[in-house]
């Protein structure tokens, strides 16, 4: 079996459809909460148990010899999250008793680290996995210092000779899209935003640039469909002795603000209306004006699929989820 922490959030529960779709039982570690959502996103599952966080190590240590491997999604991943104790308990103190545990008991471990780590960008977007690299990157929230503090953890530990999983990935997830991200409220990536948006509003907001090298919408993301991540990530689940590190997950193409509203205001036969709107205070400063993944390590360890394109992949996301009864993967 495997056990997906934060298997009932967006990237996780994802992982844990296509488990399931492949015959292998799956173990969902997550809170569900109160609110509607949530527990949608794993409702058409067929689960071996349902675990909260406070108990996934007990859980994990009494059933060692059956699980296969972790996929550690779960984690406080709100960007403009204050409450760095919280982070600090939920993206490291947990991930690190997981490493522990995987290396223990060699088990494979593959874990969501973010492109957030890379800062504003300016030391490039390589997912090297050395020292003098990590060392110079600058996260600019706690969200992204705390992922990159693990994958820094991570690094030390193995160059300190420790026992570590038989194998390992870190994925630096650049900006996903995709079905079952509708609990994250404003945190729901810019494809859902936008969709609400013009639905309700018939026009989109995007933001004015304060920067003199991209136009108005112009800012540049890595923007990637969410089956893409998933795939990525179930092939370095099985990928073997010898690959393991951090690894970007993206699409591999930067993409404005701008295409992406206007693709989809293609999809849905309405008559492109884009306003802009000044950049709030809160992200003045910790904005990143452009991001783009190089996938050139994931594709020499021997990763061959295809990435889907943005108009492939909201055409998809849209025609199949958003403008559909049944939203849910």
Same mark, same amino acid.
């Given at each position: 079996?495997?056990?997906?922490?934060?298997?009932?959030?967006?990237?996780?529960?994802?992982?844990?459809?296509?488990?399931?779709?492949?015959?292998?039982?799956?173990?969902?570690?997550?809170?569900?909460?109160?609110?509607?959502?949530?527990?949608?996103?794993?409702?058409?599952?067929?689960?071996?148990?349902?675990?909260?966080?406070?108990?996934?190590?007990?859980?994990?240590?009494?059933?060692?010899?059956?699980?296969?491997?972790?996929?550690?999604?779960?984690?406080?991943?709100? &960007?403009?999250?204050?409450?760095?104790? *919280?982070?600090?308990?939920?993206?490291? &103190?947990?991930?690190?008793?997981?490493?522990?545990?995987?290396?223990?008991?060699?088990?494979?471990?593959?874990?969501?680290?973010?492109?957030? &780590?890379?800062?504003?960008?300016?030391?490039?977007?390589?997912?090297?996995?050395?020292?003098?690299?990590?060392?110079?990157?600058?996260?600019?929230?706690?969200?992204?210092?705390?992922?990159?503090?693990?994958?820094?953890?991570?690094?030390?530990?193995?160059?300190?000779?420790?026992?570590?999983?038989?194998?390992?990935?870190?994925?630096?997830?650049?900006?996903?899209?995709?079905?079952?991200?509708?609990?994250?409220?404003?945190?729901?990536?810019?494809?859902?935003? *936008?969709?609400?948006?013009?639905?309700?509003?018939?026009?989109?907001?995007?933001?004015?640039?304060?920067?003199?090298?991209?136009?108005?919408?112009?800012?540049?993301?890595?923007?990637?469909?969410?089956?893409?991540?998933?795939?990525?990530?179930?092939?370095?689940?099985?990928?073997?002795?010898?690959?393991?590190?951090?690894?970007?997950?993206?699409?591999?193409?930067?993409?404005?603000?701008?295409?992406?509203?206007?693709?989809?205001?293609?999809?849905?036969?309405?008559? &492109?209306?884009?306003?802009?709107?000044?950049?709030?205070?809160?992200?003045?400063?910790?904005?990143?004006?452009?991001?783009?993944?190089?996938?050139?390590?994931?594709?020499?360890?021997?990763?061959?699929?295809?990435?889907?394109?943005?108009?492939?992949?909201?055409?998809?996301?849209?025609?199949?989820?958003?403008?559909?009864?049944?939203?849910?993967?």
């Amino acid at each position: 079996m495997y056990i997906v922490t934060g298997g009932a959030g967006f990237i996780g529960s994802n992982i844990a459809a296509a488990l399931e779709a492949r015959g292998d039982d799956v173990v969902v570690v997550d809170w569900l909460g109160t609110e509607d959502q949530k527990w949608r996103n794993i409702a058409k599952r067929r689960l071996r148990a349902i675990v909260p966080p406070e108990e996934c190590l007990a859980f994990v240590e009494r059933h060692a010899a059956s699980v296969s491997g972790v996929f550690h999604m779960g984690a406080i991943s709100t &960007t403009t999250e204050t409450d760095v104790d *919280l982070i600090v308990r939920s993206n490291i &103190t947990l991930s690190w008793a997981l490493w522990e545990f995987c290396s223990r008991s060699s088990i494979p471990f593959v874990y969501a680290s973010s492109a957030a &780590t890379y800062g504003d960008g300016s030391k490039g977007f390589t997912d090297r996995v050395d020292e003098a690299y990590l060392s110079s990157l600058r996260p600019m929230n706690a969200y992204g210092w705390s992922k990159h503090l693990f994958d820094r953890m991570v690094l030390a530990a193995t160059d300190r000779g420790e026992s570590i999983p038989p194998h390992w990935a870190g994925l630096k997830f650049f900006n996903v899209y995709g079905p079952n991200e509708y609990h994250k409220g404003g945190q729901q990536s810019v494809a859902a935003q *936008l969709h609400a948006q013009i639905r309700k509003d018939h026009h989109v907001r995007l933001f004015r640039s304060d920067n003199p090298a991209y136009e108005d919408g112009g800012q540049l993301r890595d923007f990637v469909w969410i089956e893409d991540c998933v795939s990525v990530a179930l092939w370095l689940m099985n990928a073997g002795t010898g690959r393991s590190g951090l690894f970007n997950v993206g699409s591999g193409e930067a993409r404005s603000f701008k295409d992406k509203a206007e693709i989809i205001f293609r999809n849905l036969g309405v008559q &492109t209306d884009i306003r802009f709107i000044d950049l709030p205070d809160n992200l003045k400063g910790k904005y990143q004006y452009y991001t783009e993944a190089s996938l050139n390590k994931l594709r020499s360890l021997g990763y061959n699929q295809p990435m889907t394109s943005l108009e492939e992949g909201l055409r998809k996301y849209i025609v199949e989820h958003l403008e559909t009864s049944d939203a849910f993967v």
